[in-house]
Nanobody, 133 residues
Framework: QVQLVESGGGLVQAGGSLRLSCAASGRTFSRFVMGWFRQAPGKEREFVAAIKWSGVTTYYADSVKGRFTISRDNAKNTVYLQMNSLKREDTAVYYC??????????????????????????WGQGTRVTVSS
């Protein structure tokens, strides 16, 4: 089993920044692909970003590309989501997730894999981010 605990959410004005953290415990963190998803009120859960084991390969939703940065520290069993230039439409509950799926090979194929909730085996409880105008 893997436990994921998110933190860092809160209320921020549009244009501001937040950094979310997700601490993992229970299994070897470095073996997981880590992802961030979000769910706004009345909407389905959507992909935000993902990062592979080494921390070198990352994937982003178009809506956050250039504003959000995903990173990980395997020594601390933690994955981060730095969110800059926040917009009202970023308001959501943000979830951390861990996947053991190895979508190696073509970058686009891997993106198609990791941007879906299905390949993720473990999920955190979520942290709420509210962006005000």
């Amino acid at each position: 089993q893997v436990q994921l605990v998110e933190s860092g959410g809160g209320l921020v004005q549009a244009g501001g920044s937040l950094r979310l953290s997700c601490a993992a415990s229970g299994r070897t963190f470095s073996r997981f692909v880590m992802g961030w998803f979000r769910q706004a009120p009345g909407k389905e859960r959507e992909f935000v970003a993902a990062i592979k084991w080494s921390g070198v390969t990352t994937y982003y939703a178009d809506s956050v590309k250039g504003r959000f940065t995903i990173s990980r520290d395997n020594a601390k069993n933690t994955v981060y989501l730095q969110m800059n230039s926040l917009k009202r439409e970023d308001t959501a509950v943000y979830y951390c997730a861990a996947s053991t799926v190895d979508a190696s090979g073509d970058y686009y194929y891997a993106f198609l894999t990791y941007h879906q909730p299905g390949p993720y085996d473990y999920w955190g409880q979520g942290t709420r981010v509210t962006v005000s105008s």
